[in-house]
């Protein structure tokens, strides 16, 4: 395996809009983030990955981008995003940027044009029939996927919300457009892409094909050559699917993609009906520690792994993976059985200070598109879903659960910003969830994250970490996660009581050192009682 720069860093998300609000008026903005950087650089992160920060009506907080090339002026000014460059460069932090490929804003210039007439040059950017194709496909968003469109007497396709038209990309413009916009961010020193749903970029409404379609793979091999191929930068792809698509976008000879995040595991309790994630089935960590074992087995000798347990996208991992009765030990154990297997670890905003899912009072309380189009279609309209159980389904499962304001401090607004309503409820757990509170506190999950960044970075220990072949052990063991790292003779031990249950347990080697636990155990003999979620990492 060539070594490759991005292969030991950690890379930590960044929702803008919810991570500082430096000018008190209530969205989060570049400058909050650049006031941030020395809380990042000790925290052990190396490049930051940016949800959208470009032009955008905030209909989908920024995936709906109406000028690839310029800032959200509710972020800020590209003067602001050039000095977050240089001053992150300064502590040898990198920005990862989020290119949305397969859809753009309606208030984009392109669409504006578009709808002026059926021959006007941009009408074929995007996808108009005269009649919808396949009307039984529903937008990601709820409703139909096709919106009319009265002066030209034409539909046009959105996969996601009607704000969100769908680019066309058999038209060989688009694919230059991207190109373009691309190479304008790697030329301001961007080093890092993450691709938003790129697995849809090849397909072929008029057969029903919406994601991985035919010419998906040769789309991607040739935006690597004309434009981000030519720089020393990481790529991930944010590609729904299974293992083998997984390798598809990932063999290094492909030159397509370093990584993409696999959702098997966290997408394991939508219950696949048609209301998804809004009927949430129970968590089974065996299934999830079946999922690790399968993705690390099948990618790690011929491509790389993404390790991630939350996103912008998904409820908070200590209420998904974890429990509430044990935050702190729950929220060690997670990161202890993520971040030391083999891959390039992910940690998003929040997740190292153990911030946890908020239950709303009310609908009206969410701000997301997902949220009401599920509303729509599900309680209002079929009826099929209790508004009661809608909103326990929103408390466990809404994407506002990851957008709530980051948590500073137990000041107004969790030291958010510095009083202004901000657009989305502060949790009620502030006061003690927060970085000052919890920098304080020896035992707190931050500074359980501050040692794991350190471990897997110690020159002692990096090499296994980052290189080290991963096998797992006591494979059937449905409630304790053990695997072990070998690099040239040196064994790392990784156990996790994946249970909120005493679990008796045999130590499958000797313990040499304690590398890191989160009960601050001696392990005398192999034969242990394992605490609720107790986590272990040793060298045998
Ligand atoms: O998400 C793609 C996507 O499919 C998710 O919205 C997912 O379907 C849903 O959240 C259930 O988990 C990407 C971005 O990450 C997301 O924020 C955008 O809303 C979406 O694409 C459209 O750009
Ligand atoms: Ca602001």
Known sequence: ?????????????????????????????????????????????????????????????????????????????????????????????????????????????????????????YHDYFIFRDKPVHEEHRSCFGGSAWEYVESLNQYYFHE????????????????????????????????GIRFDVIHMIGKQIDNGIYGYGPKLHERVQELYKTSYGNYDIVTVGEAWGNLEQALDFTLPERNEFNMVFQFECTSSTNDNSKHGKFTPKPIDMKFCKDTWIKYQDGLNKKSWNALFVENHDLGRCINRFGSLDYQKESAKAIATMVYFQKGTPYIYQGQEIGMTNIRMD???????????????????????????DFMDACYKEARDNNRIPFQWDDSVNAGFNKGKKPWLKINNNYKEVNVKYELKDPDSILNFYKKLTRLRKNPLY??????????????????????????????????????????????PYKVNKVLLNNYNKEYKNQELNLDPYEAIVYLV
């Open 462 to 507: 990096k090499d296994t970490f980052t290189y080290g072949v991963f096998e797992a052990i006591d494979k059937d063991n449905k409630d304790i996660f053990t695997y072990k790292r070998e690099f040239e003779g040196q064994t790392i031990i990784i156990v996790v009581n994946m249970k909120k249950d005493k679990i008796s347990y045999k130590l």
């Open 160 to 191: 996601f919300a009607k704000e969100q038209p769908d680019l066309n990309f058999d038209n060989p413009k688009i694919m230059e457009e991207i190109e373009n916009a691309i190479n304008f961010w790697m030329k301001k020193g961007i080093k």
């Open 1 to 121: 395996m060539e070594r490759k720069w991005w292969h030991d860093k950690f890379i930590y998300q960044i929702y803008p809009k919810s991570f500082k609000d430096s000018n008190n008026d209530g969205i989060g903005d570049i400058k909050g983030i650049i006031e941030k950087l020395d809380y990042l650089k000790d925290l052990g992160v190396d490049i930051l990955w940016l949800t959208p920060f470009f032009t955008s009506p905030m209909v989908d907080n920024g995936y709906d981008i109406a000028d690839y090339c310029d800032i959200n002026p509710l972020f800020g000014t590209m003067a602001d995003m050039d000095l977050l460059i240089s001053e992150a460069k300064k502590r040898e932090i990198y920005i990862m940027m989020d290119m949305v490929a397969n859809h753009c804003s309606n208030k984009h210039r392109w669409f504006q044009e578009a709808i002026k007439s059926k021959d006007n040059p």
């Open 362 to 388: 009310k609908l009206e309380d969410y701000n997301d598109v997902e949220v009401y189009g599920a509303y729509n279609d599900f309680v209002v309209k079929a009826k099929d879903i209790t508004y009661e």
